[in-house]
């Protein structure tokens, strides 16, 4: 996959980090930035008080709306200096529909990049997260704090489970996985089995990968006990993973919201860049 589009979406409240972040990857990768900045607006007062408080609302409309365009006109004109092709737009938008507009955002560009800044924001960085991965069937690639994103990583883990998100996301990566140096196939707790993981766990999808060319070995961890992502985030820092690609809710996202799950407990804290996708 040629990644010639990577959307960046950032809020009112961040510093120029992600950006930077963004605007570093697309020059690597010879990409067009389109950075989205997002404001997410209060519900209007309705009710029996609507009309005592609608004045201070709209007071408060008008305020993050200068903020939304003052933050616009910042990220242009740091964005400026960086000799990238790019665009900067903005939203300002409900929260009821915000993953909406930001998947429809989405929609025209190849990835979505989320960087560490979006945590300040954790409603803003929710509603972008669903927004890509399910208004536009984009990847996500997620950036933790103090690592740098790349589109060619020299060593991957691909986290495993035989699940549709988890061949989704392998499509999604295959020119990545070519041009690495090592790609682990990661399994945790495996269970061999004819309906699904084979005899053998992993064999099927990483002689898949080998056809490809792709130099891949497979790795069957067990947990010991630890949750699936603890093990899946130490075993990328025990192989130096550049990167970790990963189908993301393969149960339903309130499920997941409610009891925890792979790909909540990733998203939260994530120990390399992931790339995701549903």
């Avoid at 990768?29 to 201070?56: C, K, M, N, R």
């Avoid at 945590?119 to 103090?146: E, H, M």
């Amino acid at each position: 996959m040629s990644y010639k589009t990577i959307l960046s979406v950032t809020g009112i409240h961040q510093s120029d980090d992600d950006l930077r972040a963004a605007a570093e990857l697309c020059s690597s990768a010879g990409a067009h930035l389109s950075a989205l900045v997002v404001a997410l607006s209060a519900s209007p007062p309705i009710g029996e008080y609507a009309a005592a408080v609608s004045v201070d609302w709209l007071d408060e409309r008008n305020r993050e709306i200068a903020k939304l365009d003052k933050r616009a006109e910042d990220a242009k004109a740091f964005l400026a200096q960086t000799g990238i092709s790019f665009d900067v737009d903005t939203i300002y938008t409900e929260m009821a529909w915000s993953d909406e507009e930001i998947g429809e955002r989405a929609c025209y560009a190849d990835i979505a990049l989320l960087g560490p800044g979006l945590k300040l924001d954790p409603q803003l960085r929710a509603f972008a997260i669903d927004g890509c991965l399910f208004k536009s069937a984009r990847p996500v690639l997620l950036v933790p704090k103090n690592c740098k994103p790349t589109l060619s990583p020299k060593s991957i883990v691909l986290a495993w489970d035989s699940r549709l998100e988890a061949a989704r996301a392998a499509r999604e990566a295959i020119d990545m996985m070519k041009n690495a140096d090592q790609v682990h196939v990661t399994l945790v707790d495996p269970q061999a089995s004819s309906a699904r993981s084979g005899e053998e766990p992993g064999a099927d999808v990483a002689t898949y990968l080998a056809r490809h060319g792709i130099k891949v070995t497979v790795d069957r961890i067990a947990s010991g006990g630890r949750r699936v992502d603890q093990v899946l985030n130490q075993h990328a820092l025990d192989v130096s993973a550049d990167l970790m690609v990963m189908g993301g809710y393969s149960h339903s996202r309130l499920r997941e919201r409610i009891f925890g799950g792979v790909t909540k407990a990733t998203l939260e804290a994530p120990s390399v860049p992931v790339l995701m996708i549903h």
